[in-house]
């Protein structure tokens, strides 16, 4: 029997591991995969002169929920706004480093990013349905993009895309309501429909269960799940609970750097890297 097991000072299993120490800052763990959709080499953002995420190197594959974990400000919403360039919207900031999406460098300068953010759709913390009806939500972006060419088209678009998110039961009736006379929780699944409804591949999301309600998210949750048998997802949440009810990878950042990633059951019971450890056991923030 050894020490641990003796005093019972340590929850640690006997036999483990020994941790990678805090000072460490080098990724550990598995940050490739098989078969990515998504492939980020090297990674860093500054803004002007402030260096906020260094050396992120991560694999996406197709049909995952991935999950970003991390304490408040180590730069999760910034490596996310990068997979679909959203980032260059922000005066003031650059990103430098690699980010391949099915082989090419979405950073290419031929590279459109109004189609890449139609691919790459993205769900944010608060809702935020455009100030037009319901319908509109959805077939707005559809138009542009010139996936409809009429009104029987659309309809059909409309409803999918409702259905999709799980919400036409609800709304099939109000289609012409504002969308911001949804409740919270079904304002962020007609942004999630708003995206679906211009075909991506890939969704990211940020915190997009912060502002609802148990229930709303368990919703959420649900349609999550369904979603990843088409989609790729990345996830940004502050709920570790969620991480692991819905992801399978977890990718854990500190201070600007992606410290570690794994499956996300390794992640939560056997982290390699003891800033994980502290994490996940409550240590930090
Ligand atoms: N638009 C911006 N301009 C300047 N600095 C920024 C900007 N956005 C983020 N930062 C800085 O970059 C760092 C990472 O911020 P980021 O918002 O990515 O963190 P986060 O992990 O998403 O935090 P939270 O959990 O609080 O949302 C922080 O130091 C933050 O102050
Ligand atoms: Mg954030």
């Known amino acids: 029997m050894n020490q641990e097991q003796t005093t019972g000072r340590s929850f ?113 913390q608060k809702p935020n349905p455009f100030p037009k009806s319901i319908y509109n939500n959805i077939a707005y972006g559809a138009r542009i993009h010139g996936f409809v060419q009429n009104r029987d088209e659309t309809d059909e678009l ?31 699944r007609l942004c999630i429909a708003r995206a679906i409804a211009v075909n991506p591949e890939v969704i990211l999301m940020d915190e997009p269960c912060s502002s609802l309600d148990p229930i709303a998210t368990a919703i959420i949750e649900e349609l999550i799940d369904e979603l990843k048998q088409n989609y790729t997802i990345a996830i940004v949440t502050h709920s570790m609970q969620q ?19 794994g499956s996300t059951d390794q992640i939560f019971l056997n982290p390699l890297h003891q800033l994980t450890e502290d994490y996940i056991t409550g240590r930090f923030e």
Not at 168 to 174: A, I, L, N, P, Y
Not at 243 to 261: M, W
């Open 12 to 124: 640690r299993r006997p036999g483990r591991h020994p941790l990678v120490d805090r000072t460490e800052r080098t990724t550990v763990g598995q940050t490739t995969v098989e078969n990515p959709k998504m492939s980020c080499r090297d990674v860093a953002v500054y803004y002007d002169s402030k260096k906020a995420i260094s050396n992120i190197t991560l694999d996406i594959g197709y049909n995952e929920v991935i999950a970003m974990i991390g304490p408040s400000g180590c730069g999760k919403s910034t490596f996310i706004r990068c997979l679909n360039r959203m980032n260059d919207t922000i005066e003031g900031c650059l990103v430098t480093g690699q980010i391949f999406m099915d082989g090419k460098n979405i950073y290419d300068n031929d590279v459109d990013v109004v189609p890449l953010r139609a691919q790459v759709g993205m769900v944010f």
């Open 243 to 261: 991480a692991s009810r819905i992801s399978q990878r977890t990718a854990y950042f500190h201070q600007g750097d992606l410290i570690e990633v």
């Open 158 to 188: 409309v409803e999918g895309a409702l259905k999709n998110a799980g919400l036409w039961s609800e709304v099939k009736d109000r289609l012409e309501m504002p969308g911001t006379s949804l409740s919270g929780g079904q304002q962020q």
